[in-house]
Structures are given as C-alpha cells and as structure tokens.
C-alpha cells in the first residue's frame, strides 16, 4: 500500500498514484487537503462520509472534494487508480458522488498517472488535466450512495441495518430502538435524509449485495442475505434501480 503522504503534492495542481488494498482494510476517518478521485479497477469498497455512505464497484469512480472526512472499508481485495487534486484548480465538482466512467475518461485518468511529477500545466499534460475535469462533469452519478442521519437515535438504526442488511426488524421495532413512536420515526427520518426509511433500507441492502457480487457469491445467497423473500424479488429490485439483472451486472463488472 501506498499513502498519499509520500507523494510530491506541492509540486503541481494533479498527483497520482495506482494502489491496492487488501481485503477486510479499514481506513479510519481521515481528510485531505486535495480533492480526491479514485477509480476502482478490481473488487468493491464502501466510503463513508459525515452525510451518506457510498459503495465503489469496479469500473465506477467516487469523487471526494477536498477536506471531506472518510471512512473507507474493504470485503475483499481492491485495486484502484487515485488522483489528488489541488482545490484551486477550476472544473472540480462541488458534491461528492460516484459516477460511471466512460472509456475516455479511464484513457484520461490512465494518462495522467503517466505524468512526471513535475508536467507543464500550459501544454498538453495541462490539457489533458482540463479535458479530464470537463469529462467528470459529464459523467452520470449512479444511485449507490445513502444518505447519513444527523440525529443519534436515527443513527442507530443506521449502523444496526449497515451492519446487517438483513435485519428483518420493522418500523415499531426499528422505532422503539431509536426510542421514538413509528410516526414520529418516519417523519424524522424524511427530514434528515430526504428519503423514506423503506427507500433508505433498500438503497443498503442495493450496495451491500453490490460488494457480494464483486465477491462471487450466488444471486440466490446474495438475495437472502440481504432480506428478499425470492431472488426473484432481488432481482426485480436490482433491475428497477440499476437497470439490468445481477447476473449481467456481475458479468460486466468482471468484463
């Protein structure tokens, strides 16, 4: 592994480097001082922030603006291409969300890890950086993010259904252990998060059986472990929100 602190990041406005974290990582809250971006080549990782937690398959990328705290963890082995950017450099996002990446933009990426440290930000490495800055703006975000309740008590039922996507717990149950009434609890939740708890849950269960897959589990065991009655009904789930199967997702994410 190597660490963003070894890296010449006074030198010019883009530093990067290709990376690879073993599986059951943890990188505790942490921020830096650049912008970052990281394409995931190889397996799936969880990022989580002060305001929602994301899920990084392969082939996908997430963008972090500078000084947002996060938490990564990995199930299984990643390897990722990663970017450092200077906060002053124009073009950058606002927001932090992952995104597709087309072929020119993993073309740009892969260029930029070519640089010399030391490139000419006025010729064509400096174009290269402008035209990869317009290409992330164009990209669509995917829904693999769930927003982060403020409120404790709602964070509690956060961390219990993080932890087990499964959790077959309903409203009351949930409710009571947020110490609330049901009515209470849902319209709270809304508030904080924009999203309904059942849409919230279904978000959870969408990234945890993304980081299944990109372990090589079986459709029907990811279905139950996650907490559909059928395959069929994950299935339908997974098709409604990323528009195909899992078994083609699975196919193309190794593709």
């Known amino acids: 592994m190597k660490r963003s602190l070894d890296l010449p990041l006074t030198i010019r406005p883009v530093v990067g480097m290709e990376d690879c974290y073993p599986a059951g990582y943890v990188d505790l809250f942490h921020s830096h001082d650049r912008s970052q971006l990281c394409l995931a080549l190889t397996?799936?990782?969880?990022?989580?922030?002060?305001?929602?937690?994301?899920v990084l398959p392969a082939n996908r990328a997430i963008w972090l603006p500078a000084g947002?705290?996060?938490?990564?963890?990995c199930r299984g082995e990643v390897k990722l291409h990663i970017l450092y950017l200077e906060p002053d450099?124009?073009?950058q996002p606002a927001d932090a969300r992952v995104f597709d990446v087309s072929m020119l933009l993993r073309a740009l990426i892969q260029e930029v890890l070519t640089f010399d440290h030391a490139y000419d930000e006025r010729g064509r490495e400096g174009r290269i950086v402008a035209l990869m800055l317009e290409e992330i703006a164009r990209m669509p975000s995917i829904p693999l993010a769930a927003p982060t309740p403020?409120?404790?008590?709602?964070?509690?039922?956060?961390?219990?259904i993080i932890s087990d996507p499964g959790n077959q717990a309903d409203l009351d149950a949930l409710a009571r252990l947020a110490g609330m009434g049901r009515r209470t609890f849902?319209?709270?939740f809304r508030n904080e998060t924009g999203m309904a708890f059942a849409v919230w849950r279904q978000q959870i269960r969408l990234?945890?059986?993304l980081s299944m897959l990109g372990d090589g589990?079986?459709?029907t065991s990811i279905a139950y472990d996650v907490g559909y009655e059928s395959p069929s009904s994950f299935t339908a789930m997974f098709n409604r929100v990323l528009?195909?199967?899992p078994s083609h997702y699975a196919r193309s994410r190794v593709t």
């Open 150 to 160: 403020k409120d404790k008590r709602l964070r509690r039922v956060c961390d219990l």
């Open 186 to 188: 849902t319209r709270a």
């Open 207 to 209: 990234m945890a059986a």
């Open 217 to 219: 589990k079986s459709i």
């Open 43 to 54: 397996g799936v990782m969880s990022v989580t922030t002060d305001l929602s937690t994301y």
């Open 89 to 91: 450099l124009p073009g």
């Open 68 to 73: 947002t705290r996060h938490q990564v963890a």
């Open 243 to 245: 528009g195909v199967p």
